[in-house]
């Protein structure tokens, strides 16, 4: 599916997705790289939005901070798609308690990159 996407948008997919630092906004703007509607599906289908609203902090951090924090970053995809492959601990942001951080129910490595790209565009 083809979206429209905001400039800003996109050139922060791709500047966070790949290493196209120096492409320009225009370029970017061209090229969606991901599917929301799937990426959405998928965050659900996992109950991620247990832990991770958009804008505030829950269990998890807050799906824009995550972005912010990651975004622009040459290994960002890397360690966002690690996050969600092998279940590394984490500590709830409530209650402090550690536990293994959930795993997407999909080995299809697209599908986890678009997710994550979908995240870092938050
Ligand atoms: C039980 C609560 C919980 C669930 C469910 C959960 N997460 Fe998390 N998530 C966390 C916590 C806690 C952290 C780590 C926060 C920290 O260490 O600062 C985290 C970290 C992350 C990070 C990495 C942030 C970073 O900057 O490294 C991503 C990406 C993420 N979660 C996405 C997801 C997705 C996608 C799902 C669904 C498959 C999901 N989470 C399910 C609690 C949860």
Redesign the pocket.
Known sequence: MMRLLSVRTAAGVLLATSGFLFCTASQAAATPSFDEAKAKAL?KR???G???APDRDK???ALQK?SK??KGKSDAED??VK??TSSPK????DNGKE?E??A?DTKDVKEIKN??AW?LAQ
């Open positions: 965050f996992n109950d991620c247990k832990c991770h269990k998890g951090p995550i924090e990651n360690k966002l996050q969600l984490v500590k709830l942001l536990e951080h959930k997407v997710l994550v995240i």
